[in-house]
């Protein structure tokens, strides 16, 4: 961002070899905060501000966590995301896109959660991160598997007007990705990241993740894994599949261990309610919700000569006698 001429760079002028070619700034509004803070404050400005936006994710994380996980188990999962995300902690663009994802990501997931379309109020929020950082386009993305967990879940009455809101939402979240001095050429703007091909993991933070050594990564890795093996957890498949995904981002590249820190807790805050460490007022509410769902869909499936393999064992086992039938 040029701020003496108050417009937004069209052509690469920082680069020997690229020199004058077209080259946009998809973290433009993030220069410009960090260049304000500096003539305010010199370099302890963007110090600042980027403390202030990692001090917001970890607080809106926080929230978002308690409400449906006791204190000490989001204290865990609290602890691993900054043991993850220490080295990413930097006075740089994403860093201040942080906190518009945990809550755009919170946002989709409660909708999941209760079978509904997210708010519309979240749709400002894209606006924002598409003029903070690139990012943006991995957010754009999620709505597609999130939109599979809530439809999946819901009821077969509902899955076709859940379907409909869902994408609407996604095609306004587009619209308002678009909201960028660039438009809609904010979005190429990873694609031709991408084009670097075998070049790209000659930069550091796109280097697959190596466990030579070991690291906070590998060691949250095995303690997530045995804990799940001592405890039974069960999860619905469109979780298991949005959890490896955020995985396989971070063994792919170093630079998405942050995100799959940050949001693998969100992902399996709402299954993990009623099998550990739920909010005493969440467990009955939410855990009967989630078994109401696995109950529904493996009565469905056995109805159809089928099992339901995201149905544990305990989320199908029969009603008391006395209670009355759905």
Request: with cysteine; glycine share 10%; net charge positive.
């Amino acid at each position: 961002m040029d701020l003496n001429h108050h417009a937004v760079p069209e052509t690469d002028v920082y680069s020997f070899t690229m020199r004058g070619q077209p080259w946009i700034s998809t973290q433009w509004l993030a220069q410009v905060l960090y260049a304000t803070a500096y003539a305010v404050a010199g370099w302890s400005g963007p110090v600042v501000l980027a403390a202030g936006a990692i001090a917001a994710t970890f607080a809106l994380l926080t929230k978002s966590l308690i409400r449906r996980l006791s204190d000490s188990t989001a204290l865990v999962f609290i602890a691993a995301a900054l043991a993850l995300t220490v080295p990413h902690l930097l006075a740089r663009p994403h860093v201040l896109a942080m906190p518009v994802m945990v809550v755009w990501v919170s946002g989709l997931i409660a909708a999941a959660d209760r079978r509904e379309a997210p708010s519309f109020w979240l749709l400002p929020l894209m606006a924002l991160w598409a003029n903070l950082h690139g990012g943006f386009v991995f957010g754009l993305f999620l709505i597609g598997p999130i939109a599979l967990d809530a439809v999946v879940g819901a009821s077969q009455t509902m899955r076709k007007p859940l379907v409909l809101r869902w994408l609407l939402f996604a095609l306004l979240a587009l619209a308002a990705s678009c909201a960028t001095p660039y438009g809609c050429n904010a979005l190429l703007a990873s694609r031709k990241i991408l084009e670097l091909g075998s070049a790209l993991p000659l930069i550091m933070e796109w280097k697959p993740t190596e466990f030579g050594d070991l690291g906070a990564f590998e060691i949250c890795l095995l303690l997530g894994i045995g804990l799940a093996l001592l405890r039974g957890i069960t999860l619905p498949p469109t979780r298991i599949l949005l959890l490896l995904g955020l995985l396989h981002m971070a063994l792919a590249q170093g630079r998405a261990v942050a995100i799959l820190a940050l949001l693998a807790p969100l992902v399996l805050a709402a299954p993990l309610t009623g099998q550990i460490g739920g909010r005493a007022s969440f467990k009955r509410r939410d855990a009967g919700a989630w078994r109401a769902v696995h109950q529904h869909r493996a009565g469905h499936d056995v109805g159809n000569g089928g099992l339901c393999p995201g149905a544990s064992l305990r989320a199908a086992r029969p009603q008391r006698a006395g209670r009355g039938r759905g």
